[in-house]
């Protein structure tokens, strides 16, 4: 193997001198490959007028032979001149019936399973827009009449019932076709023939036909007609990547939990700046964007994560609405989104009824343009919070409620808020100018401001029939506005100081076949962990195959255990896959976990798998108890791309674990998923993932892999997340499907101290029976939640909620001045009640309440804060008992209800004699 060293595993090896593979410009990483694509046996050359098809698809598909893993492209330009033909067989209509068509597309690289394509990349930011390292270039395609072709389709929706849809389907001739657990990193593509005084469609560049797990990280599209495609599809990953898209940046269909975009940015200038032969002026590139690109194109997408998402200078910022050929539309949570110099910075055509989530953003147009635009189809919620809106914000839709909490407006010319339809809330809303502020077509239904205006003031059209309108300013409704300037990521990425690596041809099972390894390495995986640490520190990579790991293991300090992965990745993707059966021996679950993590260790790309979680007596509905998988001994452990099928995943609460990083721990867990304490001082966890579909679908042969069906276990007995003993946590865009607790938080079973102050961003908690549960916290106990998405759903548990404030009534566990601040939320499923508040200080600043159970909020020991939600479930019958929006059952409680829409009108109920109050009490019935 090319520059890496093979550690005699079992024998003193001290003389380790070989290192990673060299780059010429920085990696957040080491770079391990088996398959270098200027290998002789591949053949690429970065030579003009060479074509590489042939030779990178030849190192892909030895990679793909050999179980999977990354294939390396050192710096240079290489071209690519001719194509390959596929078929895709599609379901359509014949009359009445339905039939398998097939149709031909033309496509130049293909990514099996298992495979990454990674190259050499300089961030064109840190190196005034130039590309440089690793550049394809892409010389065919070049006006290809099927450069986006479609085909109306049928297609069964597993979501909905199965129920028959009729779609289109994308049979697009594409650049590189990335299937199922695949990746592209660290490298930019160019198309050297493209003239932006005579603009040709091309395919697109990097196409998801289906499956799960596609990850482009950092990679520059320099001057891609049409970028990143990806439908029907679960779990893409766009990240850290910059793209000049003449066309349409990214688009997304049909997407079933969950798509993320994170840092990317669409821009004209990253083609002008960039240096390479050709590139054209900006002035022109943005006068060809702003006439016909979109940046980002999303329809259905259950539950997008869009965070760091930057357009400039397109005639769409984002377009979001519904799939072709039926009305299925997004949800979604977008987070430090900023669109800026667009003819329409948002358009919204269709949300479904979950809505968006919109926080600490900006969108700007360009001059005449609107920030944000509603078509007639929209009817849903919206809800914006801590947005700053440069031009005007305009809504024809049909119906549903847009909310503003915390925005600003400025840049209009007449009206800064332009509505004909439906109903707005405002709320400590800033408008930067003295008058213009709204106007109200004639059918719009309400108008609700607290705290909103110009110096106080809100100015006013009212052109409607009937609108009610409600306008109220007093310092008693202030709050503290949405946090800015949030951190979701670490400033530098965890690796081993040392760029040794230490290769671990260890025995193993390999194949695509059902095969499972027989000989436990615990003993030998040691001993090469140990040389490792001897040496100085580095890496113990091990190749493709499946591993038996039997006993505990330790990483020592310094020390990374890492896999073929460098992407996130299924369970049914093959790779590397740790399989064991230890179950903590004598002392079960107590017993020492399977992977020991010492300070600053770490474990990256690999999979684990506990093989007897469902045999030997054990099943499904009884799973195996085990100790946790890993364990983190120390400061600055970090485990990163990990995918686990077992019991137990994470301990991080065992030991101080202050500055652990957690990113991108994604499978199915029976009854624990990441538990954090130990009074541990900062840390992330980040895009952790957990499904039960990552323990029913296998990967080609099988594999050895357990088939295990854990949903109905995991909804009565998991908790996803608990936090304790830790202070100073970010906790960002995790997402966890089917556990009784989604995220806990609770006293220190070691240190008995309780939870500090902590940021939770976009957390998802879909199927739970509670999504949040504050076990118990003192006063100083602070927890801020940002774009939350919680839900419930009907399960065996007789009581189910969003949220649940202490598990008992005044039982001391809660403390008065607890806080939990939970800005711009989404709720829906199948709550009994909405949120339970039994103690402490609870404020929902912003949410969407699709369901809100019987009573929504019920208050039996705190003190509730409810500002600029939407109350969406109809109510029939007398506004009493529980059927109401909000309960008191206490004298000494009490709930504010401050500039919120009800659907039914305002229902409350305190018959308990406890303190309802709040601009809706002033304003009565709604």
């Avoid at 951190?487 to 690796?495: A, L, R």
């Avoid at 609870?842 to 809100?852: E, G, K």
Wanted: glycine share 12%; charged share 15%.
């Amino acid at each position: 193997m090319a520059n890496m060293v093979h550690a005699q595993v079992g024998k003193n090896n001290p003389h380790i001198n070989r290192q990673a593979i060299k780059t010429v410009y920085p990696t957040k990483d080491w770079v391990i490959s088996d398959f270098i694509v200027t290998d002789p046996k591949f053949g690429a050359k970065a030579r003009p007028g060479f074509d590489n098809r042939a030779a990178f698809q030849a190192a892909i598909d030895a990679a793909y032979k050999n179980g999977g893993g990354v294939v390396y492209v050192p710096a240079g330009h290489y071209e690519f001149r001719s194509t390959q033909t596929a078929t895709k067989s599609v379901r359509v209509r014949q009359g009445t019936d339905q039939i398998m068509k097939d149709f031909k597309y033309q496509y130049v690289l293909n990514i099996p399973t298992g495979v990454q394509l990674r190259g050499d990349w300089a961030d064109p930011e840190l190196y005034n827009g130039k590309v440089l390292g690793t550049i394809l270039e892409v010389r065919t395609g070049k006006n290809a009449p099927n450069y986006n072709g479609t085909v109306e389709s049928w297609w069964n929706d597993a979501q909905a019932g199965n129920a028959l849809r009729t779609t289109y389907t994308s049979i697009a001739d594409r650049f590189i076709d990335m299937n199922s657990g695949t990746g592209i990193t660290n490298m930019s593509i160019w198309y050297p023939e493209q003239d932006i005084n005579d603009v040709k469609p091309y395919p697109w560049t990097l196409f998801q036909p289906g499956g799960d797990c596609v990850t482009i990280e950092h990679v520059t599209l320099v001057n891609a007609y049409n970028g990143f495609y990806s439908a029907p599809s679960e779990l893409h990953y766009v990240l850290n990547s910059y793209m000049t898209a003449l066309s349409t940046g990214i688009e997304v269909h049909v997407c079933t939990d969950i798509g993320r975009i994170e840092h990317v940015k669409i821009d004209p200038g990253y083609w002008a700046n960039s240096g390479l032969p050709g590139s054209p002026a900006l002035a022109k590139v943005a006068g060809y964007t702003r006439a016909n690109g979109t940046g980002f194109n999303m329809h259905r997408s259950d539950w997008e994560y869009v965070s760091a998402l930057s357009v400039s200078g397109y005639k769409t910022g984002m377009w979001v609405g519904r799939e072709p050929g039926f009305s299925d539309s997004p949800n979604a949570q977008l987070y430090e989104n900023h669109i800026k110099d667009c003819g329409t910075g948002l358009y919204i055509q269709a949300v479904n009824p979950y809505g968006l989530l919109i926080s600490n953003s900006t969108f700007g147009a360009g001059k005449d343009g609107k920030a944000v635009y509603f078509y007639n189809d929209f009817k849903t919620s919206v809800q914006f919070n801590g947005v700053d809106f440069t031009g005007p914000v305009v809504s024809d839709g049909s119906d549903g409620v847009i909310a503003f909490e915390s925005c600003a407006f400025s840049g209009y010319s007449d009206y800064a808020l332009k509505v004909n339809n439906g109903n707005v809330l405002l709320t400590q809303t800033e408008f930067k100018k003295p008058d213009g502020h709204v106007f109200l077509g004639a059918d719009v239904n309400t108008l609700k401001s607290v705290n909103s205006g110009y110096n106080g003031k809100l100015e006013i059209k009212n052109d409607s029939k009937a609108a009610r309108v409600e306008i109220k300013n007093n310092k008693e409704y202030l709050f503290d506005p949405i946090p800015k300037n949030l951190i979701t990521d670490i400033q530098v990425h965890p690796k081993p100081a040392s760029g040794k690596v230490f290769r671990a041809d260890l025995p193993r099972a390999t194949g695509f076949n059902d095969d499972r390894p027989t000989v436990d390495i615990s003993a030998r995986l040691q001993m090469a962990l140990s040389e490792a640490k001897a040496a100085g520190g580095g890496t113990v990579y091990l190749p493709a195959g499946r591993y038996l790991v039997n006993n505990p293991i330790q990483i020592p300090s310094g020390v990374e255990l890492r896999g073929t992965w460098d992407v996130q990745h299924h369970t049914q993707s093959g790779g590397v896959g740790i399989f064991t059966t230890y179950d903590g021996g004598a002392a079960g679950e107590k017993g020492a976990s399977l992977i020991q993590l010492g300070a600053r260790a770490g474990i990256s790309g690999l999979t684990i798998a506990q093989l007897n979680i469902a045999t030997d007596g054990f099943s499904a509905d009884h799973p195996r108890v085990t100790p946790f998988l890993i364990q983190g001994q120390g400061p600055g452990v970090y485990i990163v791309n990990i995918t686990v099928v077992g019991d137990k995943g994470i301990d991080l609460a065992s030991y101080n674990t202050s500055g652990h990083y957690v990113d991108y721990f994604a499978g199915v867990l029976a009854r624990a998923g990441i538990w954090v304490g130990g009074g541990a001082i900062g840390g992330f966890i980040r895009n952790m993932q957990l499904n039960p579909h990552y323990g029913a679908r296998l990967p080609q042969g099988g594999q050895g892999y357990p088939g295990v069906a854990l949903t109905r276990f995991i909804q009565s007995n998991c908790s996803a997340l608990k936090f304790a003993d830790i202070k100073d946590q970010t906790i960002f865009n995790n997402f966890v499907f089917g556990s009784f607790y989604g995220i806990h938080f609770l006293k220190d079973a070691i240190t008995g101290k309780y939870p500090g102050k902590m940021t939770v961003i976009g957390h998802g908690s879909d199927g739970c029976s509670y999504s949040l549960f504050v076990e118990d916290a003192d006063k100083n106990t602070k927890i801020i939640a940002v774009n939350s998405e919680l839900v419930t759903t009907k399960t065996a548990e007789p009581v189910r909620s969003y949220v649940l404030m202490g598990g008992e009534t005044n039982n001391g566990k809660i403390d008065p001045n607890a806080q939990l601040v939970l800005y711009n939320s989404a709720f829906w499923g199948s709550p009994t009640t909405g949120a339970i508040i039994n103690g402490g200080t609870v404020r929902f600043q912003q949410a969407n309440f699709t369901q809100s159970g019987m009573p929504g909020i019920d208050n039996r020991g705190g003190s509730v804060h409810v500002y600029t939600s939407y109350f969406s479930r109809p109510m029939t019958g007398e506004a009493a008992g529980d059927n109401v929006y909000a309960k008191l059952r206490t004298s000494r409680v009490s709930t504010e209800l401050t500039n919120n829409y009800y659907i039914s009108g305002f229902r409350a109920d305190n018959a308990k004699s406890g303190k309802i109050y709040g601009s809706d009490i002033i304003f009565g019935k709604q």
